[in-house]
Each structure stands twice: as C-alpha cells, then as structure tokens.
C-alpha cells in the first residue's frame, strides 16, 4: 500500500491504555456495552449478536433480528460501545442526536464512561464483511453528556460489503459534526490496494485540532480540526440493504480482532 502522505505514527512506547482482544469468555461488562445507541430504543432492538471465538469476536446479523427501530426500517445493527449517556425518559438528551425529526429517549441509560478519551490514539483490527448489503464501521462520537455541541465524530473506516474485493476495497473515513458548530464534515472515499475482508489494522490519533487517520501503518487523512471532548468508541456491523429473502444467507458477519487505545497525556 502507498500514500503520499507517508507513513503513519509509531504508537506511544507504552502499554495501551484500553487493550481487548477478546480472549476473555464473555465481554467485560465494564468495559463493553454491547447495545446500540440503546436510549433511543428498546432493548430488545438495540442489543447485539456476537459469538467469541479464538479469531476474536465476531459480530452477526441473525435472519430474525429485529430492525434497530421501526421508523428507521430497514436497518439493523449489532455494535459495541465504550459507554452510554442519556437524559431522563421522553426527553431530547442522548449521544448522538444523528436524527432532526423527534428522537427522544425510550430506554433511560446511565452515564457510564468506561473509555472516553478526550484526545488519543485507537487501533482497531478487523475484518469487514462481505455479505451483501452489510456495512462495517469503526467511529468515536462525542459523548454529550458535557454538553450537546460535543457531538463530533471521527469516522475511521466505513466499509460496504459490496465495495469489498480481493485486489481493493472502497473506505469511506473523515470527521462528521453533527451538532457541533466548531467542525465542518470532511468525509471522503478512499480505493486501498487491500482485500478488507482479511484482518487490517485501522487506526486514528487525534489532539489539539489535528486528526490522523490510517491503516496498516500507511497515513490516508491528515485533517486539521479534532473535536476536544470526550468520546466514545464504536465498532458495529450495520444491516442496511434491507433482509434478504434467503435465509441460508444470515448470519451475516464480521469480526474484531483486537482493539487498542491509548490516552493523550498519560
């Protein structure tokens, strides 16, 4: 792989902050919410399907799971997050407002910061699905349990199914700001000579309004603003084509390998 923005920083000579690599039988449970943006839902809707294994864990879209939320159909997601927040029931308050039109709280979540760095690195080792209509990310989104302008996101990788292929896959990545007026959206897609269904190793590092993204040590974005308040790291594998009529066809898959972070200033 080449870029001519050259190669992407050593991580700090360290131990990592936040290390996981799945070995554990179950997901630590401070560590780990295994849930979907659970306020803006039920639990039922928002909870994720996942099996650990020796290659780490691997995330599903079973035949009969239920859409996210019925007004969003079709979309179902099993996702991973280091946290939650939400205000008081019917009420507007809740990370990642992505909706204009009436989210409110459904499922009343506590404040749990289990990992929110302010600034920092993350690198996470995956490999994204190839089953039609499927959809891999990887983001850290503003906690707003500060305040609901800290909404930023850091998209390090969104990667479609159908833009996975043996010689190359299509990534989108960039920063999204949502609510918040001190960012701009800076999303682009990048062609990377690599077969996104294998495990590659994606990672951003972000401090005093500078954002580095990049993948198997190989810089791809250099963007010059960061949001500067706590977030969450989110890792989920989104349904977003709709179901697909044949069964043989479910679950549908993609793993994470190991997850790694480290804060800023330690």
């Known amino acids: ?3 001519v923005a050259g190669r992407f920083p050593e991580p700090p000579d360290r131990n990592p902050d936040f290390d996981e690599d799945f070995s554990a039988p179950a997901l630590l449970p401070n560590r780990w919410v295994d849930h979907y ?17 020796a290659a780490g ?10 859409d996210w939320r019925a007004e969003d159909a079709p979309l179902r997601v099993s996702n991973l997050q280091t946290g939650t927040f939400s205000g008081p029931l019917g009420s507007t308050q809740g990370t ?35 089953d039609p209509g499927s959809m891999l990310a990887g983001w850290l989104i503003g906690t707003e349990h500060l305040s609901a302008q800290d909404s930023g996101e850091i998209c390090i990788f969104e990667i479609d ?3 996975v292929a043996t010689e190359e896959t299509r990534v989108r990545s ?9 960012l701009q959206t800076d999303m682009i897609t990048s062609t990377l000579p690599i077969d996104a269904s294998e495990p590659h190793t994606w990672a951003v590092q972000w401090s005093a309004g500078c954002t580095l993204i990049g993948c198997d ?3 791809l974005r250099r963007l010059e603003q960061a949001p500067s308040y706590p977030l969450f790291l989110m890792i989920d594998l989104f349904e977003i084509g709709g179901r697909t009529a044949d069964p043989e ?12 972070g480290w804060n800023s200033g330690h």
């Open 1 to 3: 792989m080449t870029s």
């Open 37 to 53: 943006l659970p306020h803006w839902t039920e639990p039922e809707r928002s909870i994720a399907q996942y099996d650990l294994d």
């Open 57 to 66: 864990l691997r995330l599903r879209i079973d035949a009969d799971q239920p």
């Open 96 to 130: 990642h407002r992505h909706r204009p039109d009436g989210l409110v709280v459904r499922t009343e979540t506590p404040l749990q910061l289990f990992w929110a760095p302010s600034e920092g690195r993350v690198e996470l080792t995956v490999s994204a699905s190839k």
């Open 161 to 163: 199914a159908e833009a």
């Open 174 to 182: 960039g920063i999204k700001a949502h609510s918040d007026p001190r």
């Open 217 to 219: 040590g190989i810089l």
């Open 249 to 260: 066809a479910y679950p549908k898959t993609a793993r994470i390998h190991r997850v790694r």
